[in-house]
């Protein structure tokens, strides 16, 4: 799953005016929650004969099922290229004996192969100008800054005083931008139960026959995408280029009093963040270091991630707000190299799940059924701390133990899941896949710019070990399967390297496209230096190209029509083929006109142009945060070394299922139709995708 863009999402500053729900929204859906949740309990209860009774006198009919249950594993990003070499090396032998018992295949994903994009498509069937979902981001038409794609939340205007407190009279808006029904959707309209499990793009959640915990752009208990904290004595002028903030902090003697801040309190005037207490002790002797949150203490042992701990934030008489969080010292006085410093790593603040500020699920309370059936789990969208790792925060070894941690949290719901299903479907997505790729892939290549240190480096072998581990997963499932069940394991996308970033504003500043402000150098973010009245073109995202379109753009310069038309041919033109010089490699393939691609209602909202990077390439750390200046090509030296925003083409997913499939070419927009046909279900005319021959 590509999470590159998402940095974005997670950068302090500027980016948190606009991106994700405003951390008060966390602190009035706290206050709501438990109402909500036991009054849709109650009406469920009360409505549940009267729901019977009309269906009996509709007289409807159940649709004929070919299968009992439907069972989807979705393990993002598994690559084609290297599971074939695995299998070929014997370590893939339940990979293997399901693809002997029914069909293997490459998977086509969607133009951009990006998740959002992809995982959308695959659960409406639909193509991204009938879903609305192109990207991680969109832009904001009279701003030009980006927003978030598939989410839009609004803003608490009206509140009644109460002394120093002020109670909200309304709830702010929340709402999926996601188009066209997911497929558990329609099984649900015809009373087939779906239990989904962190497919991404689903928060808010749907609402259905059946049940659901989000995934992607669930935000932390901040608002953001995910925010990491680090409490250092370390002096340092500069902020974390990606998600993540530094607390300074004075050690006295051994001790460190400070305060951690969470949402914004709503209730009070200015809304001021919430804030508990923070006392750390340290035993230079031992290595050890005892934190109170808010009276809630937790030893720590340097160098060991802690487990969740639980952060309770009093908002105002009687309302209180929890998050979940695990704490690593990452520097202890008296050490090695330490200088005397002391260092103390927070991961993002994660809803809890028991306690769930924000709904993160379908029903309300089923976040909470699976925090008593599991115990505590990571809630946010994009869960796994790549940003820490990338800023040298966090080492390998402890970004490896975050994901299998959550990948472990995550095995533990889909299991509950297959246990309690009896007929229909269950559809779960295990990250680890994309997230390890994303930050390993430095050492399968011997020149990989990022790869200092491959031959000696104690995780070089992470991602072979990955793809046993999904073997390992794969067996386990075949284990359980049932006569009548089918069983699909899928990819959304495949995975390539990243060595070396482009540049495209950079590129258009060149040719002309795009112009500076009078003195200004291109090097401020968001294309906040961008003159707009000299601009035909501009980049957000990690795939996308839009051009300044008048009555479209606040400051539009290229009249529609005929004008755009030619514009984009000439860009197109001269970005297809463009080459890296210093390298003498092709980095951009193929540029894309959207319209040509896919048609539908929402596609006025598609960028202009998609990028089809070569293999090797990929949109530049700085063109990703709307930085013109720079060169148009430089090498990659972040952990953050894997990607697959590249030509579509190139990285197609994996399609196993324990059937036979005639379909030689499948796609991913294929999965919808299958899955409705096989309960008897006639896939609507609207979708894309058509089902699967042989299994369907």
Known sequence: MVLALALLLGVPGIAEAYIGPGAGFALLSSFLVLFTTILIAILSLLVWPFRVLWRAMLGKKAPVAQINRLIIVGLDGQDPKLTDTYLKEGLLPNFKKLAKAGAYRRLRTTFPSVSPVAWSSFSTGTHPARHNIFDFLDRDRRTYLPMLSSTRVGTIERFFKLG??????????????????????????????STVLRVPITFPPDRFYGAELSAMCVPDLLGTQGTFLLFTTRPSGERFKEGGQRVPVTLQGDRI?????????????????????????????????????????????????????????????????????????????????????????????????????????????????????????????????????????????????????????????????????????????????????????????????????????????????????????????????????????????????????????????????????????????????????????????????????????????????AQAAALKAEIIRKLTGLGDEAKREVGIREAFDTSALYSGPYLENAPDLLIGYNAGYRTSWDCATGVVAGPIFEDNIKAWSGDHCIDPRLVPGVFFCNRPVKTEDPALIDIAPTALRLFGIEPPAYMDGQPLQGIA
């Open 257 to 561: 009093d400070t305060v951690v801040h969470g949402p914004e309190n709503v209730f009070l005037a200015g809304s001021p963040p919430l804030e508990i207490p923070l006392r750390i002790t340290i035993d230079r002797s031992t290595r050890t270091a005892r934190a109170d949150l808010g009276g809630t203490t937790v030893d720590l042992t340097a160098g060991r991630l802690s487990d969740w701990v639980t952060l309770t934030f009093p908002a105002a008489p009687g309302i209180k707000v929890a998050g979940l969080t695990r704490l690593l010292v990452t520097e202890m006085p008296g050490g090695a190299g330490s200088d005397e410093r002391f260092s103390l790593y927070m991961s993002p603040i994660n809803i809890d799940p028991e306690k769930p500020a924000m709904p993160v699920s379908h029903p309300s309370y089923y976040a909470t059924y699976l925090a008593k059936r599991i115990g505590p789990y990571s809630t946010l969208g994009l869960a796994e701390d790549t940003w820490a790792l990338n800023e040298g925060v966090t080492d390998d070894g402890t970004f490896l133990q975050q994901t299998y941690d959550i990948d472990r949290e995550r095995e533990a719901m889909f299991f509950a899941g297959m246990d309690r299903l009896r007929k229909g479907t269950l559809v779960c997505v295990f990250d680890a896949t994309d997230r390890i790729q994303h930050m390993f892939w430095r050492y399968l290549e011997k020149d990989h710019p990022a790869g200092r240190g491959r031959d000696t480096a104690e995780h070089r072998d992470a991602i072979r070990e990955l793809y046993k581990h999904n073997d390992a997963l794969v067996g386990r499932v075949m284990e359980r399967l049932e006569e009548g069940d089918v069983l699909m394991v899928i990819s959304d996308h495949g995975f390539s390297s990243f060595r070396r970033g482009v540049n495209l504003n950079a590129w258009l500043l060149r040719e002309g496209y795009l112009t500076l402000k009078e003195g200004a150098d291109g090097r401020a973010e968001w294309l906040r230096d961008v003159e707009w009245s000299g601009t035909k073109a501009y980049c957000l995202g990690l795939t996308g190209m839009f051009l300044n379109l008048k009555g479209r753009e606040q400051e539009g310069t290229v009249e529609p029509g």
């Open 164 to 193: 120093r407190y002020r109670i909200p009279l309304e709830k702010p808006e929340l709402r999926l931008l996601r188009k066209s029904k997911p497929f558990w959707t329609i099984l649900g309209e015809h009373r087939v139960w």
